[in-house]
């Protein structure tokens, strides 16, 4: 547990929720959910018993420091990395590894979002604390698969070969075959069918020794990049880390890592059953609330009258009346207002910036 | 000119604008129109060239007193009447005009409602004058008549006898015969028909010797209670108001004065039709409001997508975004936000304090 360390990816702008969540003041730092928390919070709630919170990091845009250090200020300032600018996860991931390794180099690491939800964390820590012993022992990357229970056309897909149980004497955990893209419909039924296809939910576990191997071998420049940002003299760091971070190439960890590391045999997976969920949409969300007799999820101070199947989050308002809505996403947030029907929530990030 | 006084009652609650107006920021103070003057700006301003602003009144709740002032900057502060508690409106009038004769005992008096709207200001001022020339020769009370354009059941009606044009040079005044209460559709219609019945838009004209002698003569316990309040040592009057004025009788001017003058034949009316609306209700507000092409008519930064027949008032909001919404009132004022189906609009204000 000394050697576990939980990085937390808050970088994303979840601009599916406007207004809820703006380029200002994203999802992850909202208490979307209406349970108090917010998303980052809950991430880190979620964790407890796995490592002390002196070696949890979160890597987010520079712009959102100050409320990552309001939210959770529990956790070392020198644990919160500011990235100047996006670059996808791959960088994000090599930075934070790189930055561990320099405290930690016998660390053992899980990456996660800050934006998804887990309706079981105690099934959580279960499945997290075997992989992290898969890793304490083996040079593997591991990455959660969650067990599909609908043909979800939203996420990409993991193959297992669920006969080889390869190189481990911890069960459930299984070689990856291969990476699939977001399937149509077709094929998500079809993977859905055959039993041996998990949704990436983008929480990856691996020892700080095995990533930045597998970085260097991969994407060699990422390493190099990260070695000039990590080795310079701390009264250099930033200026190095401004000049070097943005050249980085814009590319997700998917690809710089897990498929190329898939086809070398060294990716893993550990299939879960955890009430996970990404909240990437207002369906989602809708899904993740508690409903009322009409199928009404509310998160606020909301009165509804004749109101079905609607989704509504207003936290900031003092008070909301909805009469007379079927079907309808409603949301408030510092004076931005959207009603917008749930059939239409794809074009939500257009309506925000036109 | 120098004699002619103007009486704005602006103690109403505008409840059925909920949450646009509150009962501690009612909607006289409140742009609703979005034209950048609220509608007790716009009342004053439909006045000038009547009267200087030196002869302004304002009677209002003592909780708005400071809106008042903040709204009309150049009101003589000793002419806002600041009643202690609401009494309806003859001991409201009542108190305006012995105040205005102890000023002024020759003044000439018109009392308006505060959050009415008017379309064709320069006509309002015509007929306006014409009924001051008149009370300035006669001791009569004037009440304006609106030329009724739809069988509206929310308002009372004045029935006039056109063939009496009764004591008067100026053509159009003419002797009120009756007043009638809202009447129900089929009454309306005939009304309407008939062409000698006019709404009461609650706007009356007089000479301040008139209006206190009827009340002394209609209401004498009222007349004495005023007598009381503004005859007192100037150290004084604020007790004597606060003992006094929240004992008056709880009646109408129409009831207390009106109908007892009607009878006596000291009424008339001048028949008027310059686009005047009480803006009661989100009906009459949608039909005051330019249209856009699906006939939405709205306020404030609101973008509409796929929208209709929408009424939509959201001043405060940095911005708002409708979809998919038809016949919809949408309002949102200091972080409360109503929703609500147009045809649903009188049930507001049992909304508002569930």
């Not at 959770?72 to 644990?79: G, K, Q, R, S, T």
């Not at 022992?137 to 067990?147: E, F, L, Q």
């Not at 909301?320 to 074009?347: F, M, P, T, W």
């Amino acid at each position: 547990m000394r050697n576990n360390h939980i990085v937390i990816m808050a970088g994303g702008v979840g601009s599916r929720f406007w207004p809820l969540s703006t380029p200002e003041y994203p999802k992850q730092f909202i208490d979307i959910l209406g349970c108090g928390r917010t998303l980052i919070q809950l991430t880190v709630d979620r964790f407890k018993g796995i490592c002390p919170m002196s070696n949890f990091w979160v890597v987010t845009n520079v712009k959102y420091v100050d409320i990552v250090k309001k939210q959770l200020p529990d956790l070392p300032a020198e644990h919160i990395l500011a990235e100047p600018a996006a670059r996808n996860t791959a960088p994000c991931i090599a930075w934070a590894c790189w930055s561990i390794r320099q405290e930690d180099p016998a660390a053992n690491v899980v990456v996660t979002p800050a934006d998804a939800v887990v309706m079981n964390p105690e099934e959580f820590r279960r499945v997290i604390a075997n992989a992290l012993s898969f890793t304490y022992k083996y040079n593997a990357i591991v990455t959660i698969g969650i067990k599909p229970s609908r043909p979800e056309t939203g996420y990409g897909y993991i193959e297992v070969d669920t006969q080889a149980i390869k190189q481990s004497s911890v069960q459930e955990i299984n070689e990856v075959k291969a990476f699939k893209e977001k399937p149509d419909h077709d094929t998500a039924e079809k993977y859905l069918k055959a039993g041996n296809y998990l949704w990436n939910a983008g929480i990856f576990v691996w020892n700080v020794e095995t990533i930045t191997e597998c970085i260097k071998k991969y994407k060699p420049v990422i390493a190099d990049q990260m070695d000039e940002i990590v080795n310079g003299q701390p009264s250099t760091v930033n200026s190095k880390l401004n000049e070097v971070f943005p050249n980085c190439e814009k590319i997700s960890i998917d690809f710089a890592v897990m498929e190329p590391g898939a086809a070398d045999g060294l990716v893993y997976t550990h299939p879960a059953d955890f009430g996970w969920s990404d909240l990437g949409n207002w369906a989602s969300l809708h899904d993740k609330l508690q409903k009322d007799e009409s199928n009404n999820g509310a998160v606020g101070n909301i009165k509804l009258y004749e109101c079905s199947n609607c989704v509504v989050h207003a936290e900031d308002a003092r008070k909301v009346v909805l009469q007379g809505l079927d079907g309808y996403i409603v949301s408030e947030k510092k004076g931005q207002i959207l009603v917008c029907r749930r059939s239409e929530e794809q074009r939500i990030r257009e309506f925000s910036v036109e």
